[in-house]
């Protein structure tokens, strides 16, 4: 195939991508996000499929069997977390204007200089192998479309005549172009993002029209390619992972290592965080993202096997997906194929190194001219268009380091053996990000320690043997340790024999970096921004909805920070921004006045975003005076926040307390209505009571006054008679009634004495001996002589026993009546029963006759006797007494009271 | 934020953690051909299309209520 159709295809297609970006960023412009899309986020995000997925995963099958499916399924293990762990790095990184990993790493520890600077030179050292692969995934499709089936190609002879070399200035401008056309200060690149997403489809569309070519053009699916495969031992090898020598640690390392991959490589941060236009999209692309990866990888050993099964040993596993439909005569297949592995190179040199460059200027060139007062000052130097050529030098160099890695180093291995020393490098970034997140006593040093301490071992055991064994520094430290100590062999460190060099370099590098930032990070204090910023950081949703904390006190004439302003961002940008200040608090005092620390951190928010946290931070100190916080002031502050959840708590309890108390009063109340109601009732039927015999005292009085002469003796004295019975009524009412308002007023007995109730009972009887004659009534005593003592108010006893008495003689049988008391001790008490021979009491009366007021009628017996409280104040003696009563009553055989009182005992 | 996904969503990060991990891999790697593809092959795109789905579901489960 020419060279000048590769090529022409190659622009074509770039050409293409521009105008995508175009367009979208020209939406933009007009206020239309296209990428605002979770299926553009999701698609964006395969970014993750590089030229390794695409032409590199193939030949690793060839080797490492199955394995290559871990860089896939790591990724896919996470997304089930993004719902909690992207989410909060995207909240988070949208309040502090974050705009790279090493700038969230370097805000999260107190916007440290000092990380900043370590991230990114871990980030750009331990991704330039990455970079180079895609370089030469790039070079030699190139070189497989023209020159296959002529041979081996031969070197060039000088580096114009080097396919890499063209294809690194390509790159290069191709980056410069998409990746620093401006300066965001959210370092948002709609275009970019598009175009990324365009590229993702392209790849997967490719990469499934070979793998269908293959595995249903020149097999007969899947059934037959897999059943030829067992037939040779070398394919058959591939199917499992015993016999391609995965073991069960690598394969724990491979997946840990691109699980992490997944947040931490600075493209991916970039895309999936920084590129994010909302965290609603998280949720749909936690599926599509893992389909995606699927979709990707179903063709892989099938044309990892077929390209086994047709080619000798001369044919490069990485190069199957050109060369199987070159073989087959299917060039524009392969064309079609390249274009994929193009976009997937592409894609990712583009972000990452954007990603790459922003970290780059901001954590390294911007602190090191502000130090140095190159910005700064009274410089009029436009500090926007220097920061983007800063930027485009940073891409120009980072690709020359990549083209000489490749050249150098990367083409004695295959794609994913230097891409997982890349996953390495990314990893060790890990402690510090997932402990920030959820470790509040993280501090500042920990990170620092962690990620030397990593970054040391990873370097000492990947990188620098892969350049000792292609010749480039000497080989003695890899065979017999570094200074001649054997415990410290790079692929045997203290000792550790038969781990493959990645597994082996993981385990050490994340196991002491781990190690290294937690115990550092117990054993030393935080700084207080520190100590503000991982409150921040673990506690992002206090945050999001609520008021900030300023807990810096900070001073700058507003005029500087105008300067400052201008300067990065220029003059409209920075303007429009003081003016979205201006309407937000409604005002913006003049050039001369002092800012308040409000509006300092608004401009060093927005400037975090241009040059970065740490950055902004050194800009922001030069014009403004800090007044030095003590900590017992940071505590203060945070004290305060503490004691109002505090007090509110305390509230709660109160108002719950408030709740009890309220129901108590309300059910007092509903007390004492009850009591005022039964007090009105009783007055009523007092007066009621009162009435009765005063009107027929009255009625009959008047009869004889008027009626005197009229009127016989007999008829006279019978009227007289009612008259003295009825004012007797009336005497014993109002005695009773004081009787019950002494009981009420007076719960407890005044006098107490020992008294017999036997004889109390004999003296009773005795007393109203007449009374019985008068009615014909018999009475039968007990006969035993003995004293039933019992401790009580002899006057108050009497008058139940009276009650008892007169109730007995009342209801007994009109003509042969019959009253029989009985005393009898049982346990601890005496029983005083006394027992009528009358109707009985009906069922349901028993229990109102205790109450007040209760009179039984009966046709009969006619209008009642009595007053209806008789029983009442007997009750009420008696429960004074700590006694009880009771009555006991058949129908028609009479009624027995039966009172209960403690026996007195010596 | 709802704490039940989240709790769900954890769960199902450690089920698949086990599922994709040695020792469960072991029972899987056989030199067997099942329908025509290799057992793990099978097993490893089972467990990933299965992971797809549940995670959908948990996704989506919530955004309706």
């Known amino acids: 195939m020419a060279l000048s159709l590769v090529i022409g295809f190659s622009l074509a297609y770039i050409t293409l991508l521009f105008l995508i970006a175009w367009w979208v960023d020209k939406r933009a412009e007009q206020g239309v996000s296209v990428v605002n899309n979770p299926y553009i986020y999701a698609l964006s995000l395969a970014v993750y499929c590089t030229a390794w997925t695409f032409f590199g995963s193939v030949g690793r099958a060839t080797t490492g069997g199955l394995s290559f499916l871990g860089v896939y399924l790591g990724p896919t293990l996470l997304a089930p977390l993004w719902y909690m762990l992207l989410r909060k790095m995207i909240l988070i990184s949208k309040h502090q204007r974050i705009t790279s990993i090493a700038d969230f790493i370097s805000a999260r520890y107190g916007k440290s200089t000092l990380l900043g600077v370590l991230v990114t030179l871990i980030a750009v050292l331990g991704i330039v192998p990455y970079i180079s692969i895609q370089l030469k995934a790039v070079t030699f499709g190139i070189n497989t479309l023209t020159h296959f089936g002529g041979g081996p190609v031969a070197a060039p002879a000088s580096i114009l005549l080097d396919a890499g070399f063209w294809v690194t200035v390509a790159m290069a401008i191709f980056t410069v172009i998409f990746g620093t056309r401006k300066l965001d200060p959210n370092e948002r690149h709609e275009g970019l993002v598009a175009a990324v997403a365009f590229e993702s489809i392209i790849k997967l569309v490719t990469f499934t029209a070979v793998g269908l070519f293959v595995t249903f053009g020149i097999y007969n699916g899947f059934g037959d390619i897999f059943t030829q495969a067992t037939y040779r031992p070398d394919t058959a090898k591939m199917l499992t992972f015993e016999s391609s020598g995965v073991t069960s640690f690598s394969w724990n390392v491979l997946m840990m290592l691109s699980l992490f991959a997944i947040i931490l490589l600075p493209r991916q941060f970039h895309i999936s965080v920084v590129e994010n236009t909302s965290p609603r999209h998280i949720p749909k692309a936690m599926w599509v993202f893992p389909l995606y990866l699927l979709l990707i990888n179903i063709f892989v050993l099938p044309i990892a096997l077929a390209g086994k099964m047709m080619f000798d040993s001369g044919i490069h596993p990485d190069t199957y997906v050109l060369s199987l439909p070159l073989a087959k005569g299917a060039a524009w297949l392969a064309l079609a194929a390249f274009i994929g592995g193009f976009s997937a190179a592409t894609s990712m040199v583009v972000v990452e190194a954007t990603a790459l460059s922003i970290m780059f200027s901001n954590h390294i060139v911007v602190p090191l001219l502000i130090k140095t007062r190159s910005i700064g000052g009274n410089d009029l130097v436009n500090g926007a268009a220097r920061l983007l050529d800063i930027r485009r030098i940073s891409i120009l160099l980072m690709l020359i380091l990549a083209y000489w890695y490749q050249k150098s180093v990367g083409n004695t291995y295959d794609l994913v053996s230097v891409g997982l020393i890349s996953f390495t490098a990314a990893a060790q970034l890990a402690p510090a990000v997932i402990g920030g997140l959820y470790w509040k006593r993280a501090t500042h040093q920990g990170a620092v320690s962690g990620l030397v301490v990593g970054f040391l071992i990873w370097a000492f055991c990947l990188p620098l043997p892969s350049m000792a064994q292609a010749g480039i520094i000497s080989n003695t430290f ?15 460190l203290f000792g550790m024999t038969g781990l493959d060099p990645i597994t082996h370099a993981a385990f050490w590098s994340l196991f002491l970096n781990t190690w290294a930032y937690a115990i550092i990070s117990v054993n030393t204090q935080p700084s207080m921004l520190s100590l503000t910023q991982a409150d921040l950081f673990v506690n992002i949703h206090k945050y999001i909805s609520g008021q900030e904390y300023d807990i810096l006190k900070r001073e700058a004439k507003i005029g500087d920070l105008k300067a400052v302003l201008n300067r990065f961002l220029g003059e409209s940008r920075s303007l429009s921004l003081f003016n979205e200040y201006q309407q937000a608090n409604g005002f913006l005092p003049d050039n001369q006045k002092i800012a308040q620390a409000e509006l300092i951190s608004f401009v060093e928010t927005n400037l975090a975003g241009a040059i970065g946290a740490a950055s902004a931070r050194l800009v922001i100190d030069s014009v403004a005076k800090e007044e030095q916080i003590t900590l017992d002031e940071v505590m203060r502050i945070l004290e305060q926040t503490r004691e109002a959840v505090q007090h509110s708590r305390i509230m709660e309890t109160k108002n719950e307390e408030l709740k009890v108390l309220t129901l108590q009063l309300t059910r007092a109340n509903e007390q004492l209505k009850q009591l005022d109601r039964l007090k009105a009732d009783f007055i009523t039927t007092v007066t009621h009571e009162l009435r009765t015999p005063v009107t027929s005292i009255k009625a009959l009085s008047r009869i004889i006054l008027d009626d005197y002469e009229r009127l016989d003796d007999e008829r006279r004295t019978a009227y007289l008679q009612i008259i003295v019975n009825e004012s007797d009524r009336i005497s014993r009412l109002i005695n009773q009634v004081l ?19 036997r004889e109390i009972m004999l003296s009773t009887v005795a007393g109203m001996q007449q009374l019985f004659a008068e009615r014909n009534v018999t009475c039968s005593l ?15 006893l009497i008058q139940v026993m009276v009650n008892l008495l007169s109730n007995a003689l009342k209801f007994c049988d009109p003509v042969s009546g019959n009253i029989k008391i009985e005393l009898h001790i049982k346990g601890h008490f005496v029983l005083l029963r006394v027992q009528d021979n009358g109707k009985g009491i009906p069922m349901h009366a028993r229990d109102m006759i205790f109450e007040q007021f209760t009179q039984l009628h009966s046709h009969e017996q006619g209008k009642p006797q009595g007053t209806g409280l008789g029983l009442f104040i007997t009750k009420k003696i008696v429960e004074q007494h700590g006694g009880t009563i009771r009555v006991e009553s058949e129908p028609g055989e009479g009624a027995t009271f039966e009172v209960k009182l403690p026996l007195f005992e010596q | ?37 290799p057992a793990l092959y099978f097993y490893f795109f089972f467990i990933w299309l299965t992971l797809i789905v549940v995670v959908g579901l948990v996704v989506r489960k919530k955004r309706k209520s």
């Not at chain 1, 007990?782 to 108050?796: E, I, M, N, W, Y």
């Open chain 1, 478 to 492: 890899v065979t017999e340790g570094l200074f001649g100590i054997a415990f410290l062999k790079p692929y045997a």
């Open chain 1, 782 to 796: 007990p006969h035993s002589g003995d004293a039933f003592l019992v401790k009580g108010d002899r006057d108050k």
């Open chain 2, 1 to 37: 934020m709802s704490d039940d996904r989240s709790s769900q969503l954890i769960i199902l990060f450690f089920a698949f953690v086990v599922l994709l991990n040695y020792p469960v891999l072991q029972i899987f790697d056989r030199k067997e051909l099942w329908f025509g593809i």
């Open chain 1, 739 to 757: 009787d019950i308002e002494k009981l009420r007023s007076a719960e407890q007995l005044h006098s107490v004495d020992t008294v017999d109730l």
